[in-house]
Protein backbone atom coordinates (compact mmCIF):
# COMPACT_ATOMS: atom_id res chain seq x y z
CA UNK A 1 0.00 0.00 0.00
CA UNK A 2 1.19 3.62 -0.32
CA UNK A 3 1.79 5.32 1.87
CA UNK A 4 -0.51 8.41 2.12
CA UNK A 5 1.97 10.99 4.04
CA UNK A 6 0.18 13.90 3.36
CA UNK A 7 -3.79 13.25 3.57
CA UNK A 8 -3.99 9.92 4.49
CA UNK A 9 -7.60 10.29 5.68
CA UNK A 10 -8.69 10.21 2.07
CA UNK A 11 -7.51 9.81 -1.91
CA UNK A 12 -9.78 12.37 -2.66
CA UNK A 13 -7.71 15.46 -0.63
CA UNK A 14 -7.51 18.85 -1.26
CA UNK A 15 -4.30 20.31 -2.54
CA UNK A 16 -5.04 23.83 -3.57
CA UNK A 17 -3.07 26.34 -5.86
CA UNK A 18 -2.42 30.28 -5.83
CA UNK A 19 -1.02 32.53 -7.85
CA UNK A 20 -1.64 36.14 -8.79
CA UNK A 21 -3.65 37.24 -12.56
CA UNK A 22 0.05 37.55 -13.61
CA UNK A 23 0.78 34.09 -15.35
CA UNK A 24 4.32 34.92 -14.00
CA UNK A 25 4.12 36.27 -10.27
CA UNK A 26 5.75 34.67 -7.48
CA UNK A 27 4.21 31.75 -5.58
CA UNK A 28 2.61 32.48 -2.30
CA UNK A 29 3.57 29.53 0.02
CA UNK A 30 0.65 28.74 1.82
CA UNK A 31 0.34 26.08 5.00
CA UNK A 32 2.70 23.11 5.31
CA UNK A 33 -0.70 20.41 4.40
CA UNK A 34 -1.82 22.80 1.21
CA UNK A 35 0.43 24.04 -1.96
CA UNK A 36 -0.90 26.89 -4.04
CA UNK A 37 -3.93 27.84 -6.16
CA UNK A 38 -4.62 28.25 -9.73
CA UNK A 39 -7.02 30.63 -11.57
CA UNK A 40 -9.32 28.69 -13.24
CA UNK A 41 -8.90 28.34 -17.31
CA UNK A 42 -11.42 26.61 -19.30
CA UNK A 43 -14.74 25.00 -18.57
CA UNK A 44 -14.53 23.38 -14.81
CA UNK A 45 -14.79 19.85 -14.72
CA UNK A 46 -18.18 17.81 -13.07
CA UNK A 47 -15.89 15.06 -11.88
CA UNK A 48 -13.42 15.66 -8.35
CA UNK A 49 -11.53 13.15 -9.69
CA UNK A 50 -11.21 13.47 -13.52
CA UNK A 51 -8.29 16.48 -14.88
CA UNK A 52 -9.95 19.33 -16.66
CA UNK A 53 -9.19 19.11 -20.44
CA UNK A 54 -8.59 22.88 -21.23
CA UNK A 55 -5.36 25.07 -21.56
CA UNK A 56 -4.01 25.30 -18.40
CA UNK A 57 -0.16 26.58 -17.13
CA UNK A 58 0.96 25.53 -13.47
CA UNK A 59 4.39 27.67 -13.17
CA UNK A 60 7.32 27.10 -12.60
CA UNK A 61 8.54 26.43 -8.46
CA UNK A 62 5.25 24.52 -7.90
CA UNK A 63 5.85 21.73 -5.79
CA UNK A 64 4.10 18.64 -6.43
CA UNK A 65 3.63 15.78 -3.72
CA UNK A 66 3.93 12.34 -4.16
CA UNK A 67 4.06 9.27 -2.18
CA UNK A 68 5.97 5.79 -3.23
CA UNK A 69 5.27 2.54 -1.68
CA UNK A 70 8.33 1.19 -0.20
CA UNK A 71 9.83 2.91 3.06
CA UNK A 72 13.37 3.10 1.41
CA UNK A 73 15.21 3.25 -1.40
CA UNK A 74 18.82 2.66 -1.78
CA UNK A 75 21.29 3.41 -4.39
CA UNK A 76 25.09 3.90 -4.56
CA UNK A 77 26.52 7.45 -5.32
CA UNK A 78 27.22 7.21 -9.18
CA UNK A 79 23.95 4.98 -9.88
CA UNK A 80 20.91 5.75 -12.26
CA UNK A 81 17.78 3.98 -11.66
CA UNK A 82 14.26 4.22 -13.09
CA UNK A 83 11.02 5.27 -10.54
CA UNK A 84 8.09 5.84 -10.99
CA UNK A 85 5.80 7.62 -7.92
CA UNK A 86 2.25 8.73 -7.55
CA UNK A 87 1.09 12.17 -6.88
CA UNK A 88 -0.11 12.23 -3.05
CA UNK A 89 -3.62 14.52 -3.64
CA UNK A 90 -5.55 15.98 -5.78
CA UNK A 91 -4.21 19.15 -7.23
CA UNK A 92 -7.13 21.36 -8.31
CA UNK A 93 -7.54 25.46 -8.85
CA UNK A 94 -9.35 27.49 -6.56
CA UNK A 95 -12.56 26.47 -8.35
CA UNK A 96 -11.74 23.10 -7.14
CA UNK A 97 -11.69 21.84 -10.55
CA UNK A 98 -8.86 19.18 -10.51
CA UNK A 99 -5.42 19.54 -12.77
CA UNK A 100 -3.89 16.64 -11.98
CA UNK A 101 -5.75 13.71 -9.99
CA UNK A 102 -4.39 11.90 -6.74
CA UNK A 103 -3.02 8.50 -7.83
CA UNK A 104 -1.97 9.71 -11.19
CA UNK A 105 1.91 8.54 -11.67
CA UNK A 106 4.77 10.11 -12.27
CA UNK A 107 7.94 7.98 -13.87
CA UNK A 108 11.56 9.17 -14.26
CA UNK A 109 14.95 7.99 -12.51
CA UNK A 110 17.05 8.89 -9.31
CA UNK A 111 20.20 10.29 -10.46
CA UNK A 112 23.78 11.29 -8.78
CA UNK A 113 23.49 15.06 -8.15
CA UNK A 114 25.98 17.83 -6.28
CA UNK A 115 27.16 14.77 -3.67
CA UNK A 116 23.73 12.89 -3.49
CA UNK A 117 20.92 11.68 -5.43
CA UNK A 118 17.40 13.28 -6.22
CA UNK A 119 14.44 11.98 -8.64
CA UNK A 120 14.00 13.73 -11.95
CA UNK A 121 10.54 13.55 -13.18
CA UNK A 122 10.22 13.34 -17.14
CA UNK A 123 6.62 12.47 -17.59
CA UNK A 124 2.77 12.71 -15.99
CA UNK A 125 0.73 9.60 -16.45
CA UNK A 126 -2.98 10.56 -15.99
CA UNK A 127 -5.47 7.80 -14.73
CA UNK A 128 -7.39 8.19 -18.28
CA UNK A 129 -3.79 6.99 -19.87
CA UNK A 130 -3.25 10.17 -21.73
CA UNK A 131 0.96 11.21 -20.65
CA UNK A 132 2.63 14.63 -20.78
CA UNK A 133 6.53 15.34 -20.19
CA UNK A 134 7.21 17.03 -16.80
CA UNK A 135 10.67 18.78 -15.80
CA UNK A 136 10.68 18.66 -12.19
CA UNK A 137 13.09 17.26 -9.97
CA UNK A 138 13.31 16.24 -6.17
CA UNK A 139 16.02 17.73 -3.12
CA UNK A 140 19.23 16.52 -3.53
CA UNK A 141 19.44 13.54 -0.84
CA UNK A 142 22.68 13.30 0.95
CA UNK A 143 21.83 11.02 3.95
CA UNK A 144 24.02 7.65 3.49
CA UNK A 145 23.29 4.00 4.98
CA UNK A 146 26.70 1.87 5.61
CA UNK A 147 25.88 -1.69 4.38
CA UNK A 148 28.24 -4.21 6.67
CA UNK A 149 29.21 -7.73 6.76
CA UNK A 150 27.42 -10.31 8.59
CA UNK A 151 24.53 -8.21 7.97
CA UNK A 152 21.11 -9.81 6.69
CA UNK A 153 19.78 -8.75 2.76
CA UNK A 154 16.16 -9.31 4.94
CA UNK A 155 16.59 -6.90 7.50
CA UNK A 156 19.01 -4.12 4.82
CA UNK A 157 15.90 -4.58 2.38
CA UNK A 158 13.29 -4.59 4.97
CA UNK A 159 10.11 -1.99 3.47
CA UNK A 160 12.58 -0.68 0.84
CA UNK A 161 13.95 -1.32 -3.05
CA UNK A 162 17.18 -0.97 -4.17
CA UNK A 163 18.65 -0.04 -7.79
CA UNK A 164 20.43 -2.88 -9.45
CA UNK A 165 23.62 -1.43 -8.72
CA UNK A 166 23.31 -0.96 -4.86
CA UNK A 167 21.54 -5.02 -4.93
CA UNK A 168 24.86 -5.85 -6.18
CA UNK A 169 26.62 -4.14 -3.67
CA UNK A 170 24.56 -5.18 -0.75
CA UNK A 171 24.83 -8.76 -2.15
CA UNK A 172 28.88 -8.96 -2.43
CA UNK A 173 29.23 -7.22 0.96
CA UNK A 174 26.60 -9.04 2.96
CA UNK A 175 27.31 -12.63 1.09
CA UNK A 176 23.83 -13.22 0.23
CA UNK A 177 22.74 -13.27 -3.13
CA UNK A 178 19.10 -14.09 -2.23
CA UNK A 179 17.94 -10.45 -3.11
CA UNK A 180 13.83 -11.00 -4.50
CA UNK A 181 13.68 -9.50 -7.97
CA UNK A 182 10.58 -7.11 -6.52
CA UNK A 183 13.07 -5.32 -4.22
CA UNK A 184 15.37 -4.33 -7.38
CA UNK A 185 15.06 -1.52 -9.28
CA UNK A 186 15.22 -1.40 -13.30
CA UNK A 187 18.85 0.07 -14.71
CA UNK A 188 21.97 -1.11 -14.98
CA UNK A 189 24.24 -3.36 -11.74
CA UNK A 190 27.64 -2.78 -11.19
CA UNK A 191 28.52 -6.03 -14.07
CA UNK A 192 32.45 -6.68 -14.19
CA UNK A 193 32.68 -3.81 -10.86
CA UNK A 194 31.19 -6.13 -8.42
CA UNK A 195 34.30 -8.21 -8.21
CA UNK A 196 36.28 -5.00 -6.98
CA UNK A 197 33.70 -5.02 -3.95
CA UNK A 198 34.05 -9.31 -2.93
CA UNK A 199 35.58 -9.13 0.45
CA UNK A 200 35.02 -5.68 1.03
CA UNK A 201 33.42 -5.22 4.76
CA UNK A 202 31.41 -2.51 4.33
CA UNK A 203 29.94 -0.10 2.10
CA UNK A 204 27.98 3.39 1.81
CA UNK A 205 24.65 3.68 -0.35
CA UNK A 206 22.34 6.52 -0.81
CA UNK A 207 19.54 6.02 1.73
CA UNK A 208 16.27 8.33 0.15
CA UNK A 209 12.91 8.65 2.05
CA UNK A 210 9.85 8.48 0.51
CA UNK A 211 7.86 10.03 2.74
CA UNK A 212 10.46 13.31 2.90
CA UNK A 213 12.64 13.23 -0.05
CA UNK A 214 10.58 12.84 -3.59
CA UNK A 215 8.14 15.29 -3.54
CA UNK A 216 9.29 17.48 -6.59
CA UNK A 217 9.31 21.26 -7.73
CA UNK A 218 8.68 21.90 -11.47
CA UNK A 219 12.01 23.41 -12.51
CA UNK A 220 9.41 24.78 -15.97
CA UNK A 221 5.63 25.55 -16.87
CA UNK A 222 3.58 22.84 -17.01
CA UNK A 223 0.86 23.45 -20.00
CA UNK A 224 -1.71 20.87 -18.71
CA UNK A 225 -3.71 19.74 -22.16
Do not use: C, W
Not at 27 to 50: C, D, K, M, V, W
Not at 125 to 133: E, L, N, R, Y
Amino acid sequence: MFNGKHFQATASALITLTISTAALAPLITLAPASAQLFPSQGRPNRSNTERVYSSVVIPAGTQIPVEYEKDKILVTKEETAPLTVRVAANIRDRNRTTLIPYGSEISGQIEPAEGGSRFVAKEIIFPDGTTQSINATSQVVTRTETVKRGAGTGNILKGAAAGAAAATVIAAVTGDRAIATEEVLGGAGIGALGGLILGRRQAELISIDPNQDLDITLQSDLALR
